[in-house]
């Protein structure tokens, strides 16, 4: 029995399974691009066997013949899970063996059973109240939360401590975080329900519908105030042929046909085969199974057959979850089927499976909704905030109160939880997300577990292998003179680039227009506060991929062949204000990039145009020749476009844009009153496309558009506002070219300007300190009921929230201009060039063999590292955001971790080996934000669901810092395959020593960040809709490298993967890596589909393949990794 627990225990079992997940995820994440996310978690992650289909593993568009239907069986997701259970539980009995002291087993003992009694504790919700939300801070919430983790995370280490020893306590602990994660994934499939709540403003309802169960509904009326409903489970009438007989029904049900995924039309039309009811005037039709993420829902459908019980034919009837109004979300009420047998009269509805708040419909608890709230971001339709006020009533336990719910701040009660999920389109209904999931504070202790365990390991081997390094004959650091001034000189010239980029021009303000200061004029433009410099930057990259433009330099009247034409460049305020003046040069500039070869011909465009920019002007009477190729792809996803669709797509946004920002500035009317009219409702239509807000308003909480504001002094019969003449005045100056009249009428409007703000910065802040004094007040009120409080509480909490979101409007409003605008200018992310040269220096380190080059580079690199993180800390300044709040920003932190930690890895061994992997990863990971800068703004402001800073300060940050781990080990395996092709291991010991080491370190970092991140992401998940895991494909890409990361330490703890074996392993790691931090947007399904492109889909797949290429390489023979070894050859 003990030998086959101890092959049970095997490490080479744990990394077979490991190896099976992985595929079983990767498989389930390309499968959801056909099926519903539930259909591949029932079949393949929650399944015992499951049937995979080789299709998945190529691109669509591939004509794959035989393969196309080609699969393979394999372990599903329950029979792996319960591998790795018996694997682990071999693993404790046989691997992490108990000391044999009786005393210290005995106080393990104890510490055991503290620890269980205190986890089952929190499960059960024994220190939570029976009904609580959060007033306040929310991040206090997750705190407490992970901090109530922190107790049995504590008793269970010193458990392990005494039961298994110093050594073996924190791998044990780590392993058991584990087991509770399996645990919870378990519990969630036995118990968790999801299901939604649709409640209308100033209505009730004390039902709940099951997001993914469903069922038809017979009821029967009995008299003015009782029905009786007869509910009948989809899984009786899901297919063909089904029928459905019931002693309290008085017909018999066929299904005819039945959809899983539904459309109806929106014409009127009948449904094929229906005969009475709803199908004769609505089209039902099937559809693609959706992917079951974020509002993607599927429509259940059908066509079913009534055949009274004495055989009368009661007609085929239509049925879809369309004509229930809560699917909808609608206040409408619902389409009945409608038909009477018998003299009874019967009402049917497909519906979703109904439950009530206290599990009986008999209970009189209630939820009624007091008011729905809507909060955009200015001049955007981005949700900031949306928040249901609510009263619960539960008369049995003396429940009378109002509470607030909003996005990432749910309400617990009765062992359910409700989150703010969506509402209607007329903002009139909310609809709640209610979870029921009685271990979801099993990972939070996980988390909290792991964390504990994991900072215990590897601080234990971190403080062993300092001791051995600085027990080292360090290498001679001797640096002479003349290699300080190469140093120097490196340093001086790129601070000479910095401050030639930001030196400010000399204006005669008589001759000249000041674009520095027009520059300095604050907009909200997509939701945040910024200057002129900014939206005109930003608007200028959109246009052209580039932050200047160049003007032709002409001499006189002479005509100049385009090959000798001169051009200088010319700063973006200068094209921004041609624009909205609408000034004739600004249709003259070469600012539209269009490099689609197709695109070119069919504007009858310079193919061989130098670096492919051209003006409207060339090709403006050519656009109305691409309409019918324009309406073709209207309705195809990103992922279904050609490559000339898709630069079709981005040419249209250019054009739209180019014409926002002309028609939000037009001051160009007709002044007749059909004339203003026409112009104010122009204006008015050009607000829902969100354009660049600038004028202020003193006597409320608002911007608006030039163009709105003059039409709407204008219908009023009012003369204009001081802000709004100066600026159009301004403009018309620009127009004509009169540069001091211009810089006046400037100057004019910024000290309006800074009258307005100050104006409204009063007012705000005494409202909110008005607000935050009654806040406090009412807290220490002991004389209201609880109920009392906590309504009082709700809604000053509101107030104080809506309030900290104007006074961030109009603060910024002036504050950050001329810091953001000096951030522009030195465009700290756009010196890509410069971690060029540092490879540079590398490689000439290398091929001379003279380490005072790298000595110099390093010194170089640090003031590079420097400049970039004072980057990361001036976006956190300007956005008031953590480093990282989308793609952009994850490549500069990512770029920014692997250059500091690669620096410190320098900085210990002397090597070269530091600096090359942060020149390199500088240069790539810049280079890669450069791409994706190219849209324009970098700093959008955060949707509702996402804008929490506690987990973008936590999750974000600690996953991105797994994925620099994960890339730092990969260069580190590639160096060593380079070095492996001219020198053996035997050959250069320390070397290979040191490029070990430093990848089981960051490797051993990787798994901590990633593993802890992975989990702190599905508490952010838990937090906002209920579901801890969802497998979506971020989740799952998040996953891979966690298991990477371990099968990696595995093979090393097991000796099945030596020296050459761990490198190759880690540069795959940097495949599994750029899937999931990229290759999973390109996927288009999900909760993070965003950022496809064709060509990032491309760049993505090279990054794979170089990766996975690279590892395999290092198997060939020619490598020289065990020459002159006769014993234990690496794998």
């Known amino acids: 029995m003990e030998k086959i627990i101890k092959n049970l225990a095997s490490l080479k079992i744990t990394i077979t399974l490991f190896s099976l997940s992985m595929f079983l995820v990767l498989a389930g994440t390309l499968a959801q691009m056909d099926d519903g996310i539930w259909t591949v978690v029932d079949e393949i992650f929650r399944s015992y066997l499951t049937k995979i289909e080789l299709k998945l593993f190529f691109p669509r568009a591939w004509d794959l013949g035989f393969l196309s239907k080609a699969y393979i069986y394999m ?120 299901s939604t709540m649709v409640i209308p403003e100033g209505q009730s309802t004390s039902y709940l519908d099951n997001n993914i169960e469903y069922e038809l509904a017979v009821i029967e009326k009995l008299d003015a105030d009782q029905n009786k409903t007869t509910a009948i489970p989809m899984s009786m009438f899901n297919s063909a042929g089904d029928k459905i007989q019931h002693e309290s029904l008085p017909f018999t049900i066929e299904t005819i046909k039945f959809f899983k995924n539904s459309e109806m039309s929106t014409q009127p039309s009948p449904t094929e085969g229906a005969t009475a009811g709803n199908g004769l005037t609505h089209h039902i039709y099937g559809s693609e199974v959706s992917d079951g993420l974020g509002s993607s829902k599927d429509v259940p459908a059908g ?45 049917l509805m497909l519906r979703n499976k109904r439950s009530y708040l206290k599990g009986d419909s008999q209970n009189t608890a209630t939820i009624s909704l007091i008011d729905f709230s809507f909060d955009r971001y200015m001049g955007t339709n981005t949700p900031r905030n949306y928040s249901s006020l609510i009263r619960l ?36 209904t909310t609809v709640l997300q209610v979870v029921r999931n009685s271990g979801w ?54 601070f000479m680039t910095l401050s030639r980029s930001t030196k400010t021009k000399e204006v005669d303000e008589t001759k000249e227009f000041n674009y520095e200061k027009a520059a300095t004029i604050p907009m909200v433009y997509k939701g945040r506060t910024k200057p002129l410099h900014t939206v005109a930057q930003n608007f200028l990259v959109f246009l052209s991929e580039s932050a200047t433009f160049k003007v032709e330099v002409k001499d006189g009247d002479k005509e100049v062949e385009e090959k000798y034409k001169k051009f200088e460049s010319r700063p973006p305020v200068q094209f921004f204000l041609e624009v909205i003046s609408a000034k004739p040069t600004a249709y003259e500039h070469r ?46 996803k990103a992922g279904e476009r050609d490559s000339y669709q898709t630069a079709l797509v981005d040419f249209e946004q250019r054009i739209q844009t180019f014409h926002l920002m002309t028609n939000a500035f037009s001051t160009s009317f007709s002044n007749t009153a059909q004339g203003i009219n026409q112009y104010h409702a122009m204006n008015k239509n050009i607000l829902k496309f969100n354009p660049p807000l600038v004028i202020k308003n003193s006597d409320k909480n608002d911007w608006d558009t030039l163009a709105h504001s003059i039409s709407s002094n204008l219908m009023l019969g009012k003369g204009l506002n001081d802000n709004t003449e100066q600026l159009a005045v301004s403009l018309y100056y620009f127009y004509d070219d009169k540069h001091k009249e211009f810089n006046e009428a400037i100057d004019k409007f910024l000290e309006i300007n800074k009258e307005i703000r100050q104006t409204r910065l009063t007012a705000i802040k005494s409202e909110l300190e008005e607000s935050r004094t009654e806040f406090t007040k009412t807290k220490a009120n002991n004389e209201l009921s609880k109920n009392e409080k906590d309504t009082k509480l709700t ?18 409003a002036e504050s950050k201009t001329s810091f953001e605008i000096t951030f522009n200018k030195i465009n700290p992310f756009g010196l890509y060039h410069w971690y060029g040269l540092a490879f540079v220096l590398c490689a000439l380190s290398w091929l001379f063999r003279k380490p005072w080059i790298n000595r110099c580079n390093l010194h170089f690199l640090t003031v590079l590292a420097a400049l970039h993180t004072w980057g990361l800390i001036a976006r956190v300044y300007i956005s008031d955001y953590p480093p990282i709040t989308n793609l952009y920003s994850t490549a500069i932190f990512i770029g920014w971790m692997i250059v500091v930690s690669a620096l410190i890895i ?38 509702a669901v996402l804008d929490t800073k506690f987990f973008l300060m936590t999750h974000v940050i600690t996953i991105n810092m797994g994925y620099a781990a994960t890339y730092i080990a990969a260069m580190a395996g590639i160096i060593s395959l380079i070095y492996a092709l001219f020198k053996s291991e035997k050959e250069n010991k320390e070397l290979f020593k040191i490029l070990n080491s430093t990848i089981y370190g960051t490797i051993a970092f990787a798994i901590f960040f990633s593993f802890i991140g992975t989990i702190l992401g599905g508490l952010w998940a838990d937090d906002s809709w209920g579901r801890f895991w969802g497998w979506d494909p971020k989740e799952n890409g998040a996953l891979l490298i966690v298991i990477w ?79 002159g070894k006769k014993a234990s050859k690496s794998k």
């Open 303 to 347: 066509l079913f057959k009534f055949t009274s019980n004495d055989g009368k034919d009661l007609g085929t009837r239509a049925f879809s979850l369309y004509f229930y109004s809560n699917f909808t979300s609608r206040n409408l009420p619902n389409r009945y089927e409608e038909m009477e047998v018998d003299g009874k009269k019967y009402r």
């Open 591 to 636: 600012v539209f990039r269009i490099t689609h070869p197709q695109l070119i011909e069919k504007l009858g465009l310079d193919q061989k145009r130098h670096r492919f920019r051209y003006a409207l002007v060339e090709f403006a009477d050519k656009i109305k020749d691409l309409q019918g190729d324009m309406e073709k792809l209207r309705n195809l």
């Open 441 to 494: 504070m099993l990972p939070y202790i996980s988390c909290t577990m792991a964390a504990v365990g994991m900072m215990i390991h590897f601080l234990l081997i971190l403080v062993k292998f300092l001791k051995g390094f600085f027990n080292r004959d360090s290498a001679p650091t001797g640096f002479k003179a003349w290699q300080f001034a190469i140093s120097a000189l490196l340093i001086f010239g790129l």
């Open 906 to 943: 320098e900085a210990l061994f002397k090597r070269g080996i530091g600096n090359i992997i942060a020149a390199v990863c500088g240069f790539l990971t810049l280079n890669i934000a450069n791409a994706l800068s190219l849209d324009g703004d970098t700093m959008q402001m955060m949707q």
């Open 795 to 812: 809604e000053l909490s509101s107030q104080e929230h809506r309030l900290e979101g104007e006074l961030q409007v109009w603060e910024t």
């Open 75 to 194: 372990p599903g997701g329950f029979l792996i899970g319960a591998g790795l259970f018996i694997n682990l539980t071999s693993a404790y009995l046989v691997k992490f063996k108990l000391v044999k002291n009786k005393k210290h087993l005995a106080i393990g003992a104890i510490f055991t059973v503290i620890s269980l009694i205190f986890t089952f504790a929190i499960v059960k919700g024994y220190f939570h109240e029976e009904v609580s939300s959060t007033v306040g801070a929310a991040y206090m919430r997750v705190v407490y939360r992970l901090a109530q983790g922190l107790l049995p995370s504590l008793f269970m280490f010193i458990a392990c401590w005494f039961l298994y020893g110093q050594k073996k306590a924190a791998v044990v602990l780590i392993h058991f975080s584990v087991f509770l994660l399996l645990i919870a994934e378990l519990v969630t499939k036995l118990d968790a329900i999801e």
């Open 1045 to 1123: 990361c371990a099968i990696i330490l595995h093979a090393k703890m097991a000796g099945i993967a030596r020296s050459r074996g761990i490198a190759l392993l880690s540069i795959f790691g940097g495949a599994v890596t750029t899937w999931s931090w990229f290759g999973v947007n390109q996927l288009s399904i999900g909760l993070h589909s965003y950022g496809f492109t064709s060509q990032a889909a491309f760049y993505v797949m090279l990054a794979v393949v170089t990766f996975t290429g690279l590892s395999l390489i290092g198997l060939l023979p020619f490598f020289q990794w065990n020459k």
């Open 393 to 428: 009533e539960d008369p049995e336990n003396g429940i009378d109160r109002e509470v607030k719910i909003w996005m990432n701040n749910p309400l617990r009660f009765d062992g359910k939880t409700f989150y703010q999920q969506s509402f209607s389109q007329d903002e009139s």
